[in-house]
């Protein structure tokens, strides 16, 4: 497709992001121009070879100005070459207005460039022209003559002060007028060569800048004469014999030449300094001066010579840029006067092919393209109406299903955090819905049960429960509450489960939901109430006759033991009484285990206790290896000492009968800083505990032992209990079992 028949393009207007963008990116170029243009002021004066009597201020104004020329030039020609490269842009991707504005603006350039271009080069030769008459060579040598005039006055008077200074030095130093004695004959040679030699002031001084003579004309009588410093003596230049001070006064400049005493000697061997001084007069000193700066000056703009003359060149240039720049601006501005009704009607036309009915072009104009987008605004006003009818339906109908799920989620959300397990099938057995209650209760997963038929997952005795529930709900049952004993995970659970058929309004089957209640350790907390109360009756109902019992039988051998000498009778008495302790004995611990007594709390250390314990062991037993472990920082806890060591000595028994007396018993202690929590471990290398036996473990009167009657681990929880604690096991490894209890601290 050529150019003249390709689809015409509307141009974007950049967003807001896009704009903030281009003007932050600007901002950018603009700190880093300047810093360009400091960087090259301050490498511009480094490099440049000035002479040493160019003040350094005027350099820098210089290659500020030609700098600020230079960024000026650069930033019309950024302007020009970017408005053509939009233009150029423009036309090459067909946007509409483009061709009108190329026509345009290359009409606007050739009537303002030709006129542009011969006044250019006129003001060129102009200016080289005048910048060549400014600094001519005559001006030049004029300026250099004079101010060798000057110096050469200034010099003559200063070799006359030299002169007059090497034959007072002589004299002086011939005399030997620097001594003491000879202060007056010093004073009056000063006199007599101050007037012999016509010079305004004769002075001499000592070594250490000591003045000890000082002879002035009448005419510096009344003026004020300063004293040199040690500086101003000492500063004659090696290979020379004398050097001149300069001093500026109201009355004109003193000229006041050095020599050393002797003539020319070196400073470490002089004996003294004489000073000759001569006043130039106000008029001749003021206008050497001015000669002075004058030719200074001259030289300086000499020097700025070139730079001034770039500087005219750069601001011609950037003069004639600025017309061509106003050209191609004043190309555009009128192109858009044409294109932009246009334009704002292609953009309605396509905001409406995009679905925007509500799109009003926004243009007001007299000529007949107004008419036209009037009657554009017109149409998509209808079109917006009709549509907002169609959106009001729509927007019912999504209110509607957006309630439905606020609904769902809200049941989601319940069913998540109850903490009963719920699970729904359908009206064909398919499971539905699973909450993570129950996937923990019955220990499944829900992706690989969900969708599938209860048949499929369940077998055995629990397909035949879920069969006699399904059944009864078939006949007609809409609520079935049933006991279930499973075994998840290893561990024996208990569970009450609730079955409900769902049924709509219709009174049509939709499926049912079960509902789980783990009910195991409500169960263990019954029997151990039930198990206590057994308990508490029996040590009352027992513990009343033993005594009467025991002691008639002692009654008995003490009154008849010495009339019967029998021993049948005294074994059956002594079996009496033994048999009372061990029933005694029998009834204690129901008691103890019934009623266990009041906890009191003390401040005490987990560790002693544990020590005190197994001491009694090591004695007692010491087939037995017994090892411990104590953690750093186990802090103080409050615990009842008596209670502890009995519930510790009840484990160890537990451990010692397990290993037979023969093995080893590893006690941990440690503290959890992050949980506040005091770990001990008691582990043996015994048989170990199964499964089944674990979950009824601290359950009364249920032992392993033959011969155990099952309370001493449920009097160890009952402990572990009103300490706040918790105690449970595990296997130990590589075998055994492991019993860890669990302290607040």
């Excluded at 393209?369 to 917006?384: C, H, P, R, V």
């Amino acid at each position: 497709m050529t150019e003249d028949t390709a689809p015409l393009k509307r141009e974007k207007s950049p967003d807001k992001n896009q704009e903030r963008s281009r003007r932050k990116k600007e901002g950018i170029l603009i700190l880093v121009i300047l810093l360009i243009v400091g960087g090259l002021t301050i490498v511009e004066t480094r490099i440049t070879p000035f002479g040493t009597d160019f003040p350094l201020s005027s350099t820098v104004l210089m290659f500020i100005l030609i700098n600020i020329n230079l960024l000026l030039l650069l930033s019309l020609l950024l302007l020009v070459f970017r408005n053509l490269a939009k233009l150029y842009y423009e036309k090459k991707n067909n946007i509409l207005g483009s061709k009108i504005k190329t026509r345009l603006t290359v009409a606007f350039v050739i009537l303002a460039l030709l006129p542009t271009i011969v006044l250019f080069f006129f003001s060129i030769q102009f200016i080289s022209t005048s910048i060549a008459f400014w600094f001519n060579a005559p001006v030049e040598k004029t300026l250099d003559a004079s101010l060798a005039v000057g110096q050469k006055l200034y010099d003559y008077i200063e070799d006359k002060n030299a002169f007059f200074a090497k034959r007072g030095a002589f004299q002086i130093d011939s005399r030997e007028l620097l001594k003491q004695e000879n202060q007056e004959k010093l004073t009056r040679y000063t006199q007599v060569i101050q007037r012999a030699f016509n010079r305004h002031a004769v002075e001499v001084y000592t070594p250490d800048a000591k003045r000890v003579s000082l002879s002035l004309a009448s005419e510096l009588e009344s003026l004020y004469f300063g004293l040199l410093t040690t500086t101003e003596l000492t500063r004659i230049i090696p290979g020379e014999t004398s050097h001149t001070v300069y001093q500026t006064i109201e009355a004109g400049e003193f000229l006041r030449t050095i020599s050393t005493i002797p003539f020319g000697s070196l400073q470490d061997k002089a004996h003294g300094y004489i000073v000759i001084t001569t006043l130039v007069s106000p008029d001749l000193s003021e206008n050497l001066k001015a000669i002075l700066k004058g030719v200074e000056e001259y030289h300086q703009l000499k020097l700025t010579k070139k730079p001034a003359q770039i500087s005219y060149y750069i601001a011609l240039t950037i003069v004639a840029l600025l017309v061509v720049f106003c050209a191609i601006w004043f190309g555009f501005q009128m192109a858009k006067s044409i294109t932009i009704p246009i334009m704002k009607f292609a953009e309605g036309t396509q905001r409406i092919t995009d679905g925007d009915l509500n799109y009003q072009i926004d243009f007001q104009t007299d000529d007949e393209l107004g008419t036209l987008i009037k009657s554009f605004n017109s149409m998509t006003k209808q079109l917006a109406a009709g549509r907002e009818q169609i959106a009001l339906s729509g927007e019912m109908l999504k209110k509607q299903n957006i309630e439905l799920e606020k609904s769902r989620q809200y049941i989601e959300i319940v069913l998540k955090n109850i903490s009963a397990g719920v699970v729904s099938i359908d009206n064909t057995g398919n499971i539905t819905t699973i909450n993570k209650a129950a996937e923990s209760m019955l220990d499944v997963n829900s992706a690989k049960i969900l969708n599938k038929n209860f048949r499929q997952i369940l077998d055995g005795d629990y397909l035949q429960i879920a069969e006699k529930i399904y059944a009864q709900a078939a006949g007609g049952a809409q609520h079935i509450e049933v006991p279930v004993s499973a075994s998840i995970a290893g561990a024996p659970k208990h569970f009450s489960l609730h079955y409900s058929t769902l049924k709509d309004d219709t009174n049509r089957n939709l499926g049912a939901v079960l509902v789980f209640d783990d009910v195991t350790e409500l169960e263990k907390a019954q029997r151990m109430v039930a198990w206590r109360e057994v308990a508490r009756r029996i040590a009352h109902e027992v513990k009343n006759p033993l005594t009467p019992i025991k002691l008639s039988a002692q009654r008995l051998k003490r009154k008849y033991g010495k009339e019967i000498d029998d021993e049948i009778f005294t074994g059956c008495a002594d079996t009496i009484v033994e048999h009372v302790d061990l029933i005694r004995n029998l009834v204690n611990q129901f008691s103890a285990f019934a009623k266990f007594p009041d906890t009191n709390f003390a401040t005490a250390r987990i560790d002693n206790i544990i020590l005190e314990t197994i001491a009694l062991y090591r004695e007692g037993l010491p087939q037995v290896d017994i090892q411990t472990n104590f953690g750093e920082n186990i802090p103080t806890l409050k615990l009842d000492h008596q209670h502890m060591k009995q519930a510790f000595i009840n484990l160890i028994d537990n451990a010692v009968y397990a290993i037979n007396k023969a093995g080893t018993i590893v006690i941990d202690l440690s503290y959890d800083s992050i949980l506040k929590i005091v770990r001990i471990e008691i582990a043996d290398t015994g048989k170990g505990i199964s499964d089944k036996e674990k979950t009824r473990l601290f359950e009364p009167y249920f032992s392993t032992k033959k011969s155990g009657m099952g309370l001493g681990l449920a009097i160890v929880n009952s402990i572990i209990s009103d300490h706040n604690g918790v105690i449970r096991v595990q296997d130990n490894q590589p075998r055994g079992a492991k019993f860890i209890i669990e302290l607040p601290a």
